[in-house]
């Protein structure tokens, strides 16, 4: 196949047809959200039990957007859940996957082995058009990207939790990405739904640089005694506007994760302030209290819910 602009066919311009590896919360949630615009998406995970997890979460939260989008037409609500459904299939033979794909989502653990090793190993496998993104809400995607012989089309699309509901999508340019390529993901980012805004490719890109900082500041705050957990969260909530207080948010992200995000920041740029390890936050994750997916971080909950 010819990437020549002549031979360029319009056809090929268009993403139809989507891979998203990895069947955690975030690639299950960019899966369904794909799927529920009319994307044929295969869901591709290593492990079968994964995959039959994210299976379940995506038919609940389905069942979710369908109650809110047909709240009086029961029948409706259902043909949307299986419509949406008929459009995602499940895989375990990723290179298999991508030969017949337009875009290739990566939302796997946070370790850049292992993405470049997932990436290496689909380079050379897909078709020439086939545009590769990242997830990652904490790694360089030039880095990322850089095991591969298509810098140029390859982009980062950092989605938020929940991606069923939240509506921002960061598309992430590295210098190498091309003006076609980025267009292709900024439209793909409005045909599924979201707000795209651009973003260089730099440590948290817009969204995570603003609020990781900002979780690590509610917590030196509750060292310092300067009020309660429960306060500051009332008062970010009251106050500010926000929909979850910052412990309730890191809750809902997971410690482990908040954690994650800064630790990696802190051994880049040691001599940031926002950046220094927030001794609460590392207490609790080793203590196992991760948050809500523990059932205990700042707060306690339910896990029978
Ligand atoms: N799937 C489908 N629908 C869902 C859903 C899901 N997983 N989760 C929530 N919803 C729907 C509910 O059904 C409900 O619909 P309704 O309005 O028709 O009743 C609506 O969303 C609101 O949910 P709830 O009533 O259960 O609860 P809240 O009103 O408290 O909203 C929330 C929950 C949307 C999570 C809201 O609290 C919120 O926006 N919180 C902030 C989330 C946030 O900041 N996320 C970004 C984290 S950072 C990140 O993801 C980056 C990463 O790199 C770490």
Known sequence: ISRGMATSSPMRSAINHVTIVGGGLMGSGIAQVAAQSGNKVVLVDVKEDIIKKAEESIVASLKRVAKKLHKDDHAKGEEFVKSTLANISYSVDLQKTVKSTDLVVEAIIENIKAKHTLFTSIDSVAPEHTVFASNTSSLSIGEIASVTKRKDRFGGLHFFNPVPVMKLLEVIRIDETSEETYQKLMNWGKAIGKT???????????????????????????????????????????????????????????????????????????????????????????????GRKSGEGFYKYNTTK
């Open 196 to 290: 795209c805004i651009t973003c260089k490719d730099t440590p948290g890109f817009v969204v995570n640089r603003l609020l990781v900082p900002q979780l690590g500041e509610a917590v030196r705050m509750l060292e310092r005694g300067v009020a309660t957990s429960r306060d500051i969260d009332i008062a970010m909530k009251l106050g500010a506007g926000h929909p979850m207080g910052p412990f309730e948010l890191a809750d809902y992200t997971g410690l482990d994760t908040t954690k994650y995000i800064l630790d990696g920041w802190h051994e880049k740029f040691p001599d940031v302030e926002l950046f220094k390890p927030v001794e609460t936050l590392n207490k609790l994750v080793s203590e196992g209290k991760l």
